[in-house]
C-alpha cells in the first residue's frame, strides 16, 4: 500500500509546529518526543506503520480548535483518532502530520432518558455508553466487537456496525447530532436531540466521512430500553454454503433476529482452542439471537428453527440459561483475537445481498486454493457484512502482497454480485485505490468536492479514502 512521501519543508519546521502549539495549549497536551510518539504509530491495520511528527491530546473542544487552527494556518497535515483500533489504516499517521486525538475527552456531558439520548464526549468507549446508561435499563445499540476499546469518535467516522446492527442499525441509525470542529477552527453543531434535523443532512454526511471533514468531539446518541430477554441459538452446519442457505432463508421469511453471525470451520477451531466456548466441531456455525418477551422469543425462534431444520443441521443448542448464552457469545467475541493468536491475518470487510452468501463463500474458498493463502470466516451474516480473515505470514517476502491481492479480488467479487467495499470497517488505506471498482470518476468527484468544501486545503487525513491519483492535483496544490 503506497503513502505519498512526506513534504520535506513541513518536516524541517518540526521545532516551529511543535513550539506554536506548546504556546496555545496546556503543557501536557502536546507531545513530541519520538519514544512517546512511536506509540501513535499504526492502528490495528498494524502491517503499515509511521510514527507521526507530533500527537496532539486536547481535553476540550475549544483545545481541538486552537490545535486544528494552526495546523490550518502552518499547511500542516493532520490525523483524527480516536482509540486507533481502525482495521482498514484510517488512523495511519504520516511523518508529516499531527495527530489529534480525543482519547482525553471521555466525559458524559447529559443523559436524557425522557427523550431517550445521551450526549457525550467522543473519546468514551462505545461500551461505556451502555455502562452509563444501564443501572436504568437503558443501552446504547450499535455493537462493534471492539466496543470495549473502540472510542464512540472513529464508530462515527467509519459508521461502525456489530452483530446487534441487523435490528437495530449502524451508527448512522443511532446518531442524532455532533459537536464538529473544522480544519479552520470553527466549531459547527449539527443535528441535536430530535429526529430529522432542518435544512441539509449534513449529519448523514458527517457519520461515515472517516475523519475527512473535521473533528467530532461531542455526540447525541440514541439509547434504548433493554428489552425483556433475549435467547442465543447455535446451529452447526456441514458446509459453508448450507449456513449461508439457512440465513438467506431466514431473511426471507421476515423473521428478523436481533442478530445472525456465521463462524467457518478454521475460526471455531481457533476460538475452541482460545477461549473454549463449547462449540461443535462442525463445518459452519450460526449465531442466531432473538429478543422480547418470552411469548415474542418463543415464536420467532419456532419460525427460525422450522427453517434451520430444512437445511439439515449438525447442531441446535438454544441457550438455557445466562451462563450458557453467554459462552455463546463468548467464542464469537473472542475470535478475532484466536485467529490473531495462531497467524497474521487481515481482517477484510464488504457487503453483499444476503441472497449471494452462499455463491460467495463457495468463490471465497477457491480464491484461498488459488492465492495459497488459508483464509477463515466470521461474520456478520444476517446484514451480509463480510469478515474474511486472510491469513498470511508478516515475515515472509512478498506473502503481504500476496493478501493484499487476494483481499482485493474478495473486495472486486462483492461489488460484483451487488454489494459494496465496506460495511462498517471503512475505506482507509486498505480500499482507497479499489474506490475506483465501486464508484465511476464523477461519482468520485462530487464526494471529492465535498472534502474540497469542509477541508479546501486537504489537510486531514488526504492520502486517504480517495484512490491517490484521483486527489494527487488537490493534495499537491495544498500550499506549503
Ligand atoms: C478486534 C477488532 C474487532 C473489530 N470489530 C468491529 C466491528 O464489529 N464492527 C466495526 O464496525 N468495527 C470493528 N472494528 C474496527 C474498529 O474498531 C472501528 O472502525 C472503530 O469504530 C474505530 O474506532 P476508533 O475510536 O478506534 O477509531 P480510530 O482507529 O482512532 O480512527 C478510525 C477513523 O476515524 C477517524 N477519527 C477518529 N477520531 C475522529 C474524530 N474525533 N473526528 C473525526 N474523525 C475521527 C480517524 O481519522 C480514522 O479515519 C474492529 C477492530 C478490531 C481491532
Known amino acids: 500500500m503506497e503513502m505519498p512521501a512526506p513534504d520535506q519543508f513541513t518536516l524541517s519546521r518540526k521545532a516551529e509546529i511543535v513550539a506554536r502549539l506548546r504556546a496555545a495549549l496546556p503543557a501536557d497536551v502536546v507531545i513530541d518526543d519520538p519514544a512517546e510518539t512511536r506509540a501513535y504509530e ?21 483545545e481541538v480548535a486552537t490545535a486544528l487552527k494552526i495546523c490550518n494556518e502552518m499547511n500542516v497535515p493532520v490525523v483524527p483518532r480516536g482509540a486507533g483500533t481502525s482495521l482498514a489504516g484510517g488512523a495511519l499517521p504520516t511523518a508529516d502530520s499531527v495527530i489529534i486525538g480525543v482519547a482525553r475527552m471521555n466525559e458524559v456531558l447529559e443523559c436524557d432518558y425522557k427523550n ?60 442524532m447530532g455532533v459537536k464538529l470542529v473544522t480544519m479552520q477552527g470553527d466549531i459547527l453543531d449539527i443535528g441535536g436531540s430530535h429526529l430529522d434535523a432542518d435544512g441539509l443532512d449534513l449529519l448523514g454526511v458527517i457519520c461515515g466521512s472517516e475523519g475527512q471533514l473535521g473533528i467530532v ?11 425483556e430477554g433475549a435467547l442465543p441459538v447455535l446451529m452447526g452446519f456441514e458446509s459453508n454454503e448450507v449456513a449461508g442457505a439457512c440465513v438467506s432463508d431466514i431473511i426471507r421469511a421476515g423473521v428478523l433476529p436481533v442478530a445472525i453471525e456465521f463462524m467457518d470451520r478454521p475460526c471455531i477451531r481457533a476460538t475452541e482452542a482460545f477461549a473454549g466456548a463449547g462449540y461443535p466441531d462442525c463445518e459452519a456455525l450460526l449465531i442466531v439471537e432473538v429478543e422480547g418477551s418470552d411469548l415474542e422469543i418463543e415464536e420467532q425462534l419456532d419460525k427460525i428453527l422450522d427453517i434451520a431444520k430444512t ?37 477484510l470487510d464488504g457487503t ?4 449471494q452468501l452462499p455463491y460467495v463463500l463457495r468463490r471465497i474458498s477457491e480464491l484461498s486454493a488459488e492465492f495459497g493463502l488459508d483464509v477463515g470466516n466470521v461474520f456478520h451474516a444476517g446484514d451480509g457484512n463480510m ?64 472534502k474540497d468544501v469542509f477541508d479546501p486545503k486537504w489537510l486531514l487525513n488526504a492520502a486517504k479514502v480517495f484512490p491517490l491519483d484521483a486527489t494527487q492535483s488537490r493534495r499537491d496544490g495544498c500550499p506549503k
Open 42 to 62: 499504526c492502528d490495528a491495520l498494524s502491517a503499515y506503520r509511521c510514527p507521526p511528527l507530533a500527537v496532539v491530546l486536547p481535553y476540550s473542544t475549544e
Open 116 to 175: 431517550r439520548v445521551i450526549r457525550v464526549q467522543t473519546g468514551r468507549t462505545n461500551l461505556s455508553v451502555t455502562g452509563a446508561v444501564e443501572e436504568d435499563d437503558f443501552f446504547y445499540a450499535p455493537d462493534p466487537s471492539s466496543q470495549l476499546a473502540c472510542a464512540i469518535a472513529g464508530n462515527i467516522a467509519m459508521n461502525s456496525g456489530g452483530a446487534h446492527c441487523l435490528k437495530y442499525g449502524v451508527t448512522s441509525n443511532n446518531l
Open 217 to 227: 468531539t461531542e455526540a447525541t446518541l440514541r439509547i434504548l430500553h433493554k428489552p
Open 311 to 347: 437445511h439439515n443441521p449438525v447442531e441446535l443448542r438454544r441457550a438455557s440459561d445466562a451462563a450458557e448464552a453467554g459462552r455463546i457469545w463468548l467464542g464469537r467475541k473472542s475470535a478475532f483475537g484466536a485467529m490473531g493468536q495462531i497467524n497474521d491475518y487481515m481482517c
Open 352 to 355: 453483499i445481498p444476503v441472497s
Open 387 to 450: 469478515h474474511p480473515l486472510i491469513l498470511y505470514n508478516a515475515n515472509k517476502e512478498g506473502d503481504l502482497e500476496k493478501c493484499e491481492a487476494f483481499g482485493a479480488e474478495i473486495l472486486k467479487l462483492c461489488v460484483e454480485v451487488g454489494g459494496c467495499l465496506t460495511g462498517e470497517h471503512g475505506v482507509g488505506i486498505e480500499k482507497r485505490d479499489l474506490m475506483s471498482v465501486q464508484f465511476s470518476a464523477l461519482d468520485l468527484e462530487a464526494q471529492m468536492q465535498i
